[in-house]
């Protein structure tokens, strides 16, 4: 087993013809939580979307190695795959589609009561009231968002890039929101990308990145950060 199971070495991404991101270095570790921080336009988002082989961030030069593979070259299928997840800050809407079918689809199977309840209740909410509800525009942006992050707990992904998963979460949800990151890591051994405003969310970080102006200004564990 490779030592890292994300290497990312001198990475240069544009959108159309602006480059964004200038040089950027990361190592994540397997089951460890790296926070990205930084203004807004600095690149965070960018820097998600490059790991998770968006056709609309275009690598220049460098590479993206991971657990052992350079990926570089994979589109964004390829990368789902190997492992590599995405949630997004504004989740996709699948009108007609239910929130047990969204889940089991996620979980690549079936899903019973019993599982589906203890998916749904580490982001709370309860399966009775929400299984065979609709993905649609009934559901808050807050709902979810929580369904999002459901399905990354049925796919088990190798590893999962949270872009600004505090949107539309209240105080009390967000504080359940870092116990689920805390449980991924610990019960599913994932590891994970959190693009955040939110200094809360250092809680659950292993390590913290500060991104200005295309590059990592500043790296280091919460507490010396």
């Known amino acids: ?28 570790g397997h089951d460890e939580t790296h926070v990205l921080m930084g203004p807004n336009g600095t ?18 030069s460098g590479s993206i190695v991971f657990d052992g593979e350079d990926i570089t070259g994979l589109n ?9 997840s995405y949630a997004f800050q504004q ?3 699948f009108k007609g589609l239910t929130v047990r079918q969204l889940i089991e689809t996620a979980a690549g199977g079936a899903i019973d009561e019993c599982g589906l309840c203890d998916i749904l209740s580490k982001v709370g909410l309860c399966a009775h009231e929400y299984c065979n509800r609709e993905v649609d525009a009934t559901l808050s942006g807050g709902e979810m968002k929580r369904i999002e992050i459901a399905t990354v707990l049925a796919r ?18 967000f504080s359940s929101l870092i116990q689920t990151f805390q449980d991924i890591r ?38 010396h950060m």
């Open 1 to 28: 087993m490779s030592k890292a199971l994300l290497e990312i070495q001198n990475l240069h991404v544009r959108v159309e013809e602006k480059e964004i991101l200038h040089g950027v270095n990361l190592t994540v």
């Open 43 to 60: 690149g965070k988002s960018t820097l998600g979307y490059a790991v998770t082989g968006n056709p609309a961030y275009s690598v220049t």
């Open 76 to 84: 964004v299928t390829e990368r789902a795959r190997k492992g590599v």
């Open 91 to 93: 989740p996709v809407r």
């Open 156 to 173: 088990h992904t190798k590893l999962t890039v949270f872009d600004e998963p505090e949107a539309g979460i209240d105080l009390w949800s």
């Open 186 to 223: 610990r019960e599913l051994k994932g590891t994970m990308i959190i693009i955040s405003h939110q200094e809360r969310i250092l809680r659950a970080a292993d390590e913290v990145l500060l991104l200005d102006g295309g590059r990592v200004s500043e790296s280091g564990t919460a507490e």
